[in-house]
């Protein structure tokens, strides 16, 4: 649940980002009254906190992450990576 709620937070941000690049227009600051508006803060503070939390995936034990493929008879089964 926490990482998909990372995963929006670092999607708005990366979408907020792209349109200060490209048209030099802060989303954020526009819809809750500019940079320094306490909401925008808290949106600015919250996206950083989900990038932070977002590099640990990087680093997890990507069999964790697999779906566990089973059989008939409800013992794991492993197939490996190609």
């Given amino acids: 649940m926490l990482d998909t709620i ?10 907020n980002w792209g349109s200060i690049g490209i048209f030099q227009f ?3 600051a526009w819809l809750f009254g500019g940079q320094s508006a306490l909401i925008s803060r808290i949106v600015y503070i919250l996206v950083g906190l989900a990038s932070v939390w977002s590099i640990s995936l990087l680093f997890r034990d990507r069999e964790k992450h697999d779906s566990d493929h089973y059989d008939s008879s409800e013992h ?5 990576h190609a």
């Fill in 6 to 15: 990372a995963l929006i937070l670092v999607i708005i941000g990366g979408l």
């Fill in 26 to 28: 802060d989303l954020v």
């Fill in 76 to 80: 794991y089964t492993h197939i490996p």
